[in-house]
Protein backbone atom coordinates (compact mmCIF):
# COMPACT_ATOMS: atom_id res chain seq x y z
CA UNK A 1 0.00 0.00 0.00
CA UNK A 2 1.45 3.15 -0.78
CA UNK A 3 1.00 5.08 2.57
CA UNK A 4 2.66 2.85 3.99
CA UNK A 5 6.03 2.89 1.72
CA UNK A 6 5.54 6.51 2.32
CA UNK A 7 5.73 5.89 5.98
CA UNK A 8 8.24 3.65 5.73
CA UNK A 9 12.09 4.88 6.08
CA UNK A 10 15.16 2.90 5.85
CA UNK A 11 17.27 3.59 8.82
CA UNK A 12 20.10 2.28 9.86
CA UNK A 13 20.33 -0.77 12.39
CA UNK A 14 23.53 -1.09 13.28
CA UNK A 15 23.52 -4.42 11.57
CA UNK A 16 25.48 -3.66 8.95
CA UNK A 17 22.22 -2.97 6.60
CA UNK A 18 19.07 -1.36 6.40
CA UNK A 19 16.03 -2.25 7.15
CA UNK A 20 12.57 -0.93 7.67
CA UNK A 21 11.61 0.67 11.00
CA UNK A 22 8.02 1.59 10.55
CA UNK A 23 4.72 -0.11 10.84
CA UNK A 24 1.42 0.46 8.76
CA UNK A 25 0.09 2.17 11.94
CA UNK A 26 2.64 5.48 12.78
CA UNK A 27 4.16 5.36 15.34
CA UNK A 28 2.91 8.83 16.86
CA UNK A 29 -0.71 8.08 16.48
CA UNK A 30 -3.44 8.73 19.40
CA UNK A 31 -3.14 5.46 21.48
CA UNK A 32 -5.86 4.25 23.96
CA UNK A 33 -4.41 2.12 26.93
CA UNK A 34 -5.97 -0.13 29.54
CA UNK A 35 -2.77 0.27 31.93
CA UNK A 36 -1.89 -2.57 34.06
CA UNK A 37 -0.68 -0.85 37.27
CA UNK A 38 1.68 -3.86 38.35
CA UNK A 39 3.48 -2.52 35.23
CA UNK A 40 4.27 1.37 36.45
CA UNK A 41 6.72 0.67 39.13
CA UNK A 42 8.80 -1.23 36.98
CA UNK A 43 10.98 1.23 34.39
CA UNK A 44 13.31 -1.59 33.24
CA UNK A 45 12.76 -5.36 32.99
CA UNK A 46 14.71 -8.02 32.67
CA UNK A 47 15.43 -9.58 29.33
CA UNK A 48 17.68 -11.83 27.02
CA UNK A 49 19.37 -9.18 25.13
CA UNK A 50 22.09 -9.67 22.03
CA UNK A 51 25.19 -8.20 23.14
CA UNK A 52 27.21 -9.94 19.95
CA UNK A 53 27.44 -13.55 18.72
CA UNK A 54 27.07 -15.97 21.07
CA UNK A 55 26.81 -13.67 23.95
CA UNK A 56 23.23 -13.52 24.68
CA UNK A 57 22.80 -11.59 28.90
CA UNK A 58 20.29 -11.70 31.20
CA UNK A 59 20.46 -7.99 31.71
CA UNK A 60 17.85 -4.58 32.82
CA UNK A 61 16.45 -3.46 29.21
CA UNK A 62 13.87 -0.76 28.42
CA UNK A 63 10.28 -1.74 29.14
CA UNK A 64 8.09 -2.11 25.91
CA UNK A 65 5.73 0.92 25.56
CA UNK A 66 2.58 0.19 22.64
CA UNK A 67 4.29 1.34 19.74
CA UNK A 68 0.67 2.18 17.36
CA UNK A 69 -3.05 2.00 18.72
CA UNK A 70 -2.67 -1.74 17.06
CA UNK A 71 -0.79 -2.94 19.87
CA UNK A 72 -0.66 -5.09 22.92
CA UNK A 73 2.26 -5.62 25.40
CA UNK A 74 2.29 -9.00 26.96
CA UNK A 75 3.85 -10.14 30.60
CA UNK A 76 5.53 -13.30 29.13
CA UNK A 77 5.09 -16.77 30.91
CA UNK A 78 7.34 -18.85 28.65
CA UNK A 79 9.48 -18.62 25.81
CA UNK A 80 11.75 -20.86 23.57
CA UNK A 81 14.59 -20.97 21.68
CA UNK A 82 14.13 -21.55 17.73
CA UNK A 83 17.02 -22.69 14.85
CA UNK A 84 16.66 -19.21 13.83
CA UNK A 85 18.07 -17.45 16.56
CA UNK A 86 21.17 -19.86 16.43
CA UNK A 87 22.20 -17.93 13.12
CA UNK A 88 22.29 -14.80 14.74
CA UNK A 89 23.94 -16.56 18.28
CA UNK A 90 27.10 -17.62 15.09
CA UNK A 91 27.35 -14.42 14.10
CA UNK A 92 26.14 -15.45 10.64
CA UNK A 93 22.88 -13.76 8.26
CA UNK A 94 19.04 -14.08 8.39
CA UNK A 95 18.34 -12.83 5.34
CA UNK A 96 20.93 -10.03 4.23
CA UNK A 97 21.30 -8.75 8.20
CA UNK A 98 24.72 -9.68 9.33
CA UNK A 99 25.10 -10.07 12.86
CA UNK A 100 28.84 -8.94 14.63
CA UNK A 101 30.16 -7.64 17.68
CA UNK A 102 28.95 -4.16 16.30
CA UNK A 103 25.34 -4.74 16.13
CA UNK A 104 23.37 -2.95 18.83
CA UNK A 105 21.56 -4.49 21.45
CA UNK A 106 18.05 -6.35 21.15
CA UNK A 107 15.82 -8.45 22.84
CA UNK A 108 15.83 -11.94 21.57
CA UNK A 109 13.10 -14.43 20.35
CA UNK A 110 10.14 -14.83 18.38
CA UNK A 111 8.61 -17.82 20.45
CA UNK A 112 6.64 -16.50 23.53
CA UNK A 113 3.27 -17.09 25.18
CA UNK A 114 2.00 -14.56 28.06
CA UNK A 115 -0.70 -12.58 28.85
CA UNK A 116 -1.98 -9.64 28.11
CA UNK A 117 -1.50 -6.77 29.86
CA UNK A 118 -2.42 -3.81 27.87
CA UNK A 119 -3.82 -2.89 24.69
CA UNK A 120 -4.15 -0.05 22.35
CA UNK A 121 -7.45 1.28 21.33
CA UNK A 122 -7.21 -0.76 18.03
CA UNK A 123 -7.19 -4.01 19.47
CA UNK A 124 -10.92 -5.60 19.54
CA UNK A 125 -10.06 -9.30 19.25
CA UNK A 126 -7.87 -9.59 22.76
CA UNK A 127 -7.95 -7.26 26.35
CA UNK A 128 -5.88 -7.09 29.07
CA UNK A 129 -6.37 -10.47 31.29
CA UNK A 130 -6.07 -12.83 27.77
CA UNK A 131 -4.11 -15.51 27.63
CA UNK A 132 -2.23 -15.83 24.09
CA UNK A 133 0.50 -16.94 22.26
CA UNK A 134 2.10 -14.87 19.66
CA UNK A 135 3.02 -15.39 15.63
CA UNK A 136 7.22 -15.49 15.58
CA UNK A 137 6.66 -12.84 13.21
CA UNK A 138 4.04 -9.99 12.13
CA UNK A 139 3.20 -7.61 9.47
CA UNK A 140 1.40 -4.39 9.09
CA UNK A 141 -1.86 -5.80 9.30
CA UNK A 142 -3.50 -4.18 6.80
CA UNK A 143 -1.74 -4.44 3.44
CA UNK A 144 -2.96 -6.94 0.57
CA UNK A 145 -0.62 -9.31 1.67
CA UNK A 146 -1.53 -9.37 5.47
CA UNK A 147 -5.13 -9.43 4.45
CA UNK A 148 -4.77 -12.62 2.37
CA UNK A 149 -2.70 -14.60 5.45
CA UNK A 150 0.88 -13.88 3.44
CA UNK A 151 2.28 -11.16 6.01
CA UNK A 152 5.70 -12.66 4.85
CA UNK A 153 5.40 -10.83 2.18
CA UNK A 154 4.44 -7.38 3.67
CA UNK A 155 6.83 -4.41 3.12
CA UNK A 156 7.34 -4.13 6.48
CA UNK A 157 7.09 -8.03 7.74
CA UNK A 158 9.70 -9.01 10.30
CA UNK A 159 10.44 -11.66 13.26
CA UNK A 160 10.35 -10.54 17.04
CA UNK A 161 13.77 -10.61 18.00
CA UNK A 162 16.13 -10.65 15.05
CA UNK A 163 17.05 -6.80 15.29
CA UNK A 164 15.80 -3.69 17.41
CA UNK A 165 13.41 -2.78 14.70
CA UNK A 166 10.76 -5.12 16.86
CA UNK A 167 12.39 -6.46 20.20
CA UNK A 168 11.46 -10.08 21.03
CA UNK A 169 9.69 -12.04 23.57
CA UNK A 170 12.94 -13.74 25.77
CA UNK A 171 11.86 -10.86 28.38
CA UNK A 172 9.53 -10.02 31.17
CA UNK A 173 7.43 -8.06 28.63
CA UNK A 174 7.09 -7.67 24.83
CA UNK A 175 4.68 -5.23 22.54
CA UNK A 176 3.12 -7.32 19.70
CA UNK A 177 1.72 -4.65 16.80
CA UNK A 178 -0.57 -5.83 14.75
CA UNK A 179 -2.38 -7.60 17.51
CA UNK A 180 -5.39 -9.21 16.10
CA UNK A 181 -3.87 -10.77 13.36
CA UNK A 182 -0.77 -11.55 15.51
CA UNK A 183 -2.26 -13.47 18.52
CA UNK A 184 -4.23 -16.43 19.17
CA UNK A 185 -5.88 -17.56 22.26
CA UNK A 186 -3.87 -20.08 24.59
CA UNK A 187 -7.24 -22.12 25.72
CA UNK A 188 -7.04 -25.56 25.49
CA UNK A 189 -3.49 -25.95 25.00
CA UNK A 190 -0.36 -26.90 27.30
CA UNK A 191 2.66 -23.91 27.51
CA UNK A 192 4.76 -26.31 25.82
CA UNK A 193 1.84 -26.83 22.65
CA UNK A 194 1.60 -23.43 22.61
CA UNK A 195 4.89 -22.60 22.18
CA UNK A 196 5.36 -24.78 19.26
CA UNK A 197 2.70 -22.98 17.96
CA UNK A 198 4.60 -19.99 17.74
CA UNK A 199 6.38 -20.87 14.97
CA UNK A 200 8.24 -24.05 15.09
CA UNK A 201 5.10 -26.50 14.62
CA UNK A 202 4.18 -23.77 12.05
CA UNK A 203 7.06 -23.83 10.28
CA UNK A 204 6.97 -27.69 9.78
CA UNK A 205 3.52 -27.82 8.31
CA UNK A 206 4.12 -25.49 6.22
CA UNK A 207 7.62 -26.19 4.57
CA UNK A 208 5.96 -30.39 4.73
CA UNK A 209 3.30 -29.38 2.93
CA UNK A 210 4.58 -27.24 0.48
CA UNK A 211 7.08 -30.76 -0.64
CA UNK A 212 3.50 -32.04 -1.78
CA UNK A 213 3.30 -35.25 0.51
CA UNK A 214 0.69 -37.79 -0.96
CA UNK A 215 -1.17 -40.41 0.88
CA UNK A 216 0.56 -43.48 0.45
CA UNK A 217 3.67 -42.00 -1.09
CA UNK A 218 6.97 -41.45 0.47
CA UNK A 219 8.64 -38.00 1.93
CA UNK A 220 12.31 -37.46 3.43
CA UNK A 221 13.14 -34.99 5.85
CA UNK A 222 16.79 -33.38 5.99
CA UNK A 223 17.54 -31.84 9.57
CA UNK A 224 15.57 -33.16 12.40
CA UNK A 225 15.50 -30.24 14.80
CA UNK A 226 12.33 -29.86 16.52
CA UNK A 227 11.04 -28.68 12.97
CA UNK A 228 11.99 -31.82 11.51
CA UNK A 229 10.98 -34.09 14.18
CA UNK A 230 7.39 -32.68 14.25
CA UNK A 231 7.57 -32.98 9.85
CA UNK A 232 8.25 -36.69 10.63
CA UNK A 233 4.99 -36.81 12.85
CA UNK A 234 3.07 -34.40 10.25
CA UNK A 235 4.00 -36.54 7.54
CA UNK A 236 2.37 -39.83 9.02
CA UNK A 237 -0.53 -37.82 10.04
CA UNK A 238 -0.92 -36.65 6.45
CA UNK A 239 -0.70 -40.31 5.29
CA UNK A 240 2.81 -40.84 3.95
CA UNK A 241 3.52 -44.97 3.73
CA UNK A 242 7.45 -44.11 4.06
CA UNK A 243 9.55 -41.24 6.13
CA UNK A 244 12.76 -41.31 5.97
CA UNK A 245 14.85 -38.90 8.08
CA UNK A 246 18.11 -37.52 8.49
CA UNK A 247 20.13 -36.00 11.04
CA UNK A 248 23.59 -36.57 12.75
CA UNK A 249 22.82 -36.64 16.15
CA UNK A 250 21.62 -39.90 16.79
CA UNK A 251 19.52 -39.27 19.59
CA UNK A 252 17.04 -37.57 17.01
CA UNK A 253 17.27 -40.03 14.89
CA UNK A 254 16.16 -42.04 17.88
CA UNK A 255 13.12 -39.83 18.13
CA UNK A 256 12.26 -39.87 14.48
CA UNK A 257 11.99 -43.83 14.59
CA UNK A 258 10.09 -43.62 17.73
CA UNK A 259 7.86 -41.70 14.96
CA UNK A 260 8.11 -44.77 12.64
CA UNK A 261 10.88 -43.45 10.16
CA UNK A 262 14.03 -45.12 8.77
CA UNK A 263 16.73 -42.82 9.50
CA UNK A 264 19.93 -41.92 8.16
CA UNK A 265 23.14 -40.03 9.29
CA UNK A 266 24.09 -37.58 6.51
CA UNK A 267 27.42 -38.96 4.34
CA UNK A 268 28.90 -40.09 1.39
CA UNK A 269 26.73 -43.18 1.48
CA UNK A 270 23.72 -40.74 1.69
CA UNK A 271 22.06 -40.83 -1.70
CA UNK A 272 22.79 -44.58 -2.09
CA UNK A 273 21.16 -45.56 1.30
CA UNK A 274 17.93 -43.11 0.45
CA UNK A 275 18.24 -44.67 -3.44
CA UNK A 276 17.94 -48.42 -2.07
CA UNK A 277 15.18 -47.66 0.73
CA UNK A 278 12.82 -46.12 -1.93
CA UNK A 279 13.43 -49.02 -4.37
CA UNK A 280 15.97 -46.74 -6.83
CA UNK A 281 13.44 -43.91 -6.87
CA UNK A 282 14.82 -42.01 -4.27
CA UNK A 283 11.83 -39.91 -2.56
CA UNK A 284 8.94 -37.87 -3.82
CA UNK A 285 8.61 -35.48 -1.08
CA UNK A 286 11.77 -33.96 0.49
CA UNK A 287 11.27 -31.55 3.21
CA UNK A 288 14.70 -29.32 4.11
CA UNK A 289 14.60 -28.36 7.83
CA UNK A 290 18.01 -27.82 8.81
CA UNK A 291 20.00 -24.67 6.75
CA UNK A 292 23.14 -26.85 7.25
CA UNK A 293 25.36 -26.36 3.98
CA UNK A 294 25.52 -30.10 3.98
CA UNK A 295 21.65 -30.46 4.84
CA UNK A 296 20.82 -28.27 1.82
CA UNK A 297 22.94 -29.87 -0.75
CA UNK A 298 21.72 -33.05 0.30
CA UNK A 299 18.33 -32.70 -0.57
CA UNK A 300 18.40 -32.57 -4.43
CA UNK A 301 20.67 -36.11 -5.11
CA UNK A 302 17.57 -37.75 -3.09
CA UNK A 303 14.43 -36.16 -4.53
CA UNK A 304 12.90 -38.83 -7.12
CA UNK A 305 12.56 -37.44 -10.36
CA UNK A 306 9.49 -35.48 -10.77
CA UNK A 307 9.51 -34.86 -6.70
CA UNK A 308 9.17 -31.97 -5.01
CA UNK A 309 11.78 -30.24 -2.89
CA UNK A 310 10.63 -27.43 0.37
CA UNK A 311 13.60 -25.56 1.73
CA UNK A 312 12.45 -23.90 5.79
CA UNK A 313 16.16 -23.96 6.82
CA UNK A 314 17.46 -20.39 6.42
CA UNK A 315 20.62 -20.78 4.08
CA UNK A 316 23.78 -18.58 4.02
CA UNK A 317 23.81 -15.62 1.41
CA UNK A 318 26.14 -17.62 -0.79
CA UNK A 319 24.13 -21.03 -0.51
CA UNK A 320 23.28 -21.86 -4.16
CA UNK A 321 21.30 -25.23 -5.71
CA UNK A 322 22.38 -26.69 -8.86
CA UNK A 323 20.32 -26.05 -11.86
CA UNK A 324 21.25 -28.81 -14.24
CA UNK A 325 20.01 -31.71 -11.63
CA UNK A 326 16.62 -29.73 -10.35
CA UNK A 327 16.12 -29.55 -14.42
CA UNK A 328 17.02 -32.70 -15.87
CA UNK A 329 15.08 -34.54 -12.90
CA UNK A 330 12.03 -32.56 -13.32
CA UNK A 331 12.22 -31.47 -9.77
CA UNK A 332 9.91 -28.41 -7.99
CA UNK A 333 11.59 -26.50 -5.45
CA UNK A 334 9.65 -24.45 -3.11
CA UNK A 335 11.49 -22.29 0.04
CA UNK A 336 9.76 -19.73 1.81
CA UNK A 337 9.28 -18.02 5.26
CA UNK A 338 6.48 -19.50 6.76
CA UNK A 339 3.35 -17.76 7.63
CA UNK A 340 2.80 -18.83 10.62
CA UNK A 341 -1.27 -17.41 11.72
CA UNK A 342 -1.84 -18.66 7.79
CA UNK A 343 -1.23 -22.36 9.53
CA UNK A 344 -2.83 -22.04 12.81
CA UNK A 345 -6.56 -23.29 11.54
CA UNK A 346 -5.17 -26.17 10.16
CA UNK A 347 -3.02 -26.94 13.62
CA UNK A 348 -4.76 -26.10 16.24
CA UNK A 349 -7.57 -28.21 15.89
CA UNK A 350 -5.15 -31.13 15.33
CA UNK A 351 -3.50 -30.35 18.61
CA UNK A 352 -6.37 -29.62 21.02
CA UNK A 353 -7.73 -33.02 19.34
CA UNK A 354 -4.69 -35.09 20.29
CA UNK A 355 -4.41 -36.22 16.68
CA UNK A 356 -0.97 -33.86 16.52
CA UNK A 357 0.83 -34.74 19.35
CA UNK A 358 4.46 -33.37 19.29
CA UNK A 359 5.42 -35.59 22.32
CA UNK A 360 8.97 -34.88 24.16
CA UNK A 361 10.44 -32.49 21.90
CA UNK A 362 11.00 -30.12 25.19
CA UNK A 363 14.42 -31.74 26.64
CA UNK A 364 15.02 -28.78 28.95
CA UNK A 365 13.27 -26.19 31.38
CA UNK A 366 14.98 -23.33 32.22
CA UNK A 367 14.67 -20.08 34.40
CA UNK A 368 15.21 -16.67 32.08
CA UNK A 369 17.87 -15.74 34.23
CA UNK A 370 19.89 -18.91 33.03
CA UNK A 371 19.34 -17.72 29.22
CA UNK A 372 22.94 -17.76 28.41
CA UNK A 373 23.28 -21.00 29.27
CA UNK A 374 20.16 -22.10 27.48
CA UNK A 375 21.64 -20.76 24.25
CA UNK A 376 24.87 -22.38 24.84
CA UNK A 377 22.83 -25.58 25.22
CA UNK A 378 20.75 -25.39 22.41
CA UNK A 379 22.99 -25.11 20.05
CA UNK A 380 25.77 -27.36 21.40
CA UNK A 381 23.08 -30.27 20.12
CA UNK A 382 24.40 -32.50 22.30
CA UNK A 383 22.75 -35.88 22.74
CA UNK A 384 19.20 -35.63 24.53
CA UNK A 385 19.29 -31.80 23.90
CA UNK A 386 16.08 -30.91 21.56
CA UNK A 387 13.83 -27.81 22.23
CA UNK A 388 14.39 -25.75 25.63
CA UNK A 389 11.61 -24.11 27.49
CA UNK A 390 12.20 -21.07 29.52
CA UNK A 391 10.00 -19.64 32.16
CA UNK A 392 9.69 -16.17 33.38
CA UNK A 393 9.16 -15.74 37.20
N1 LIG B 1 11.56 -20.61 6.82
C1 LIG B 1 10.99 -20.34 7.98
O1 LIG B 1 9.92 -19.72 8.06
C2 LIG B 1 11.66 -20.81 9.24
C3 LIG B 1 11.00 -20.68 10.48
C4 LIG B 1 11.63 -21.19 11.62
C5 LIG B 1 12.87 -21.79 11.52
N2 LIG B 1 13.49 -21.86 10.31
C6 LIG B 1 14.80 -22.52 10.14
O2 LIG B 1 14.60 -23.93 10.23
C7 LIG B 1 15.87 -24.55 10.54
C8 LIG B 1 15.67 -25.63 11.61
O3 LIG B 1 15.40 -25.05 12.86
P1 LIG B 1 15.07 -25.91 14.18
O4 LIG B 1 14.41 -25.00 15.11
O5 LIG B 1 14.41 -27.19 13.82
O6 LIG B 1 16.48 -26.26 14.90
P2 LIG B 1 17.96 -26.57 14.46
O7 LIG B 1 18.54 -25.42 13.69
O8 LIG B 1 18.71 -26.95 15.67
O9 LIG B 1 17.84 -27.84 13.51
C9 LIG B 1 18.77 -28.10 12.51
C10 LIG B 1 19.07 -29.60 12.46
O10 LIG B 1 19.85 -29.84 11.30
C11 LIG B 1 20.77 -30.88 11.64
N3 LIG B 1 21.85 -30.95 10.66
C12 LIG B 1 23.05 -30.30 10.66
N4 LIG B 1 23.76 -30.69 9.57
C13 LIG B 1 23.00 -31.58 8.88
C14 LIG B 1 23.19 -32.32 7.69
N5 LIG B 1 24.30 -32.22 6.94
N6 LIG B 1 22.20 -33.15 7.28
C15 LIG B 1 21.05 -33.26 8.00
N7 LIG B 1 20.82 -32.58 9.14
C16 LIG B 1 21.78 -31.75 9.57
C17 LIG B 1 21.18 -30.51 13.06
O11 LIG B 1 21.79 -31.60 13.73
C18 LIG B 1 19.85 -30.12 13.67
O12 LIG B 1 19.19 -31.22 14.24
C19 LIG B 1 16.79 -23.40 10.95
O13 LIG B 1 17.64 -23.04 9.85
C20 LIG B 1 15.83 -22.25 11.20
O14 LIG B 1 16.44 -20.99 11.01
C21 LIG B 1 12.91 -21.39 9.18
ZN1 LIG C 1 11.83 -19.45 14.31
ZN1 LIG D 1 1.27 -5.92 5.65
Known sequence: MRPLRL???????????????????????????????????????????????????????????????????????????????????????IGKTEYGADSLKFCTGHEFIGEVVEAGGDVHGFKVGDKVLAAGGTGCGTCSFCMTGRASECAVSTAFGIGPVLQGGQAEYVCVPNADDTLHSTEGLTTEQALLLTDGMATAYFGLTRADPQPGGN?????????????????????????????????????????????????????????????????????????????????????????????????????????????????????????????WPHLVPLVQSGRMKANALFSHNFDLSDGAEAYRLFDSRDEGVLKLRIDVN
Open 219 to 343: VAIVGLGPIGLIGVELAFLLGASQVIAIDPVASRREMAEKLGATTFAPGPDLQAQVLEATGGKGAQSVFEASGAKGAINAVLPLTARRGTASFVGIPEPDDALPLPLIMFKNITVRGGICDVTNM
Open 7 to 93: ACQPIKTGLRRYAPICWLRPLGMVVKVGINRARESAAKMKALVFNGPRDIRYESFADPELRSANSAILKVESCSICGSDLHMYHGAH
